[in-house]
């Protein structure tokens, strides 16, 4: 399965896969808007391929049932959450 990857113009990190290229028809109205203007980063065959961020049979699934397959980039470290178990880790000890 081909499917053609874009970029969002408005929320770092954020792609979009699809079956056909610059074929956005699958993909609803709020969510396009959310994304911004597509850019296109490539096409790529997800047969027999690894993908760095995401399951590649989650992507094939969500084309096949969807028509898109939207990733999101993982949400921030929360700093202060982490601070916190550091510190009661090393009082612990």
Known sequence: ????????????????????????A???????????TPTMVMVVN???????????????TAIKENGFFLQLPPPPENLLEKYKKDKAAREEN
């Open 46 to 60: 997800l047969e027999g391929r690894k993908l760095a961020s995401v399951d590649v049979e989650k992507v094939k």
């Open 26 to 36: 699958p993909v609803p109205q709020e969510l396009m808007s959310m994304f911004g």
């Open 1 to 24: 399965m081909f499917c053609s990857i874009y970029k969002s113009t408005k929320k770092q990190g954020a792609y979009l896969y699809i079956e056909k290229k610059d074929d956005f």
